[in-house]
T-cell receptor
Framework: AQSVTQLDSHVSVSEGTPVLLRCNYSSSYSPSLFWYVQHPNKGLQLLLKYTSAATLVKGINGFEAEFKKSETSFHLTKPSAHMSDAAEYFCVVSEWDKIIFGKGTRLHILP | NAGVMQNPRHLVRRRGQEARLRCSPMKGHSHVYWYRQLPEEGLKFMVYLQKENIIDESGMPKERFSAEFPKEGPSILRIQQVVRGDSAAYFC???????????????FGPGTRLTVL
């Protein structure tokens, strides 16, 4: 059965420092994995997706994620945080006809 | 090209009333998905529709909830006889092609926040 676990409900980093948002998944087959971002009172926006091509996926706004099958992880990273990155981030796993969202990680950026 | 539009953005209902949530997909998109986000929870899939057809309603509660996507007009998520537990954010998404989730990006609307008093 599919599941997705976002290991931190809140993450705080200082502006200009690296960001790491952790996501672990379980899947019976070869999943597709996504990261979405949700700014306050806005809809979700796709940051990046992994669909069995390159394991290191580059997304918008300087974010990237690495698919590690051995660790069943798909952590989201960014080298240098910006104030505009403050938002909620959702890790998503999908297989054919099922889609599972993580509970979200709220990213706080400290000035 | 306008994005996915949802209205109203905020909806307040008393217990026992009906709630109607509307979603207009992006231009050219014929696939619509509804999700519910409960406080402190991730999004949960409810239903997937194409024009005039319900393709997958495995996430819909068996009672009081219904959805439609008519040939003309927006998709409607209808909740009859609302209860306090229905209070949540309801998001609609659309995609241009087949609903196999694995490969197709879904474009999300801003959501409707339903509060049941």
């Amino acid at each position: 059965a599919q599941s997705v676990t976002q290991l931190d409900s809140h993450v705080s980093v200082s502006e200009g420092t690296p960001v790491l948002l952790r996501c672990n998944y379980s899947s019976s087959y070869s999943p597709s994995l996504f990261w979405y971002v949700q700014h306050p009172n806005k809809g979700l926006q796709l940051l990046l997706k992994y669909t069995s091509a390159a394991t290191l996926v580059k997304g918008i706004n300087g974010f990237e994620a690495e698919f590690k099958k051995s660790e069943t992880s798909f952590h989201l990273t960014k080298p240098s945080a910006h104030m505009s990155d403050a938002a909620e981030y959702f890790c998503v796993v999908s297989e054919w006809d099922k889609i599972i969202f993580g509970k979200g990680t709220r990213l706080h950026i400290l000035p | 090209n306008a994005g996915v539009m949802q209205n109203p953005r905020h909806l307040v209902r008393r217990r026992g009333q009906e709630a109607r949530l509307r979603c207009s997909p992006m231009k050219g998109h014929s696939h619509v998905y509804w999700y519910r986000q409960l406080p402190e929870e991730g999004l949960k899939f409810m239903v997937y529709l194409q024009k005039e057809n319900i393709i997958d309603e495995s996430g819909m509660p068996k009672e009081r909830f219904s959805a439609e996507f008519p040939k003309e007009g927006p998709s409607i998520l209808r909740i009859q006889q609302v209860v306090r537990g229905d209070s949540a954010a309801y998001f609609c998404a659309s995609s241009p092609t087949s609903g196999l989730f694995s490969y197709n990006e879904q474009f999300f609307g801003p959501g409707t926040r339903l509060t049941v008093l």
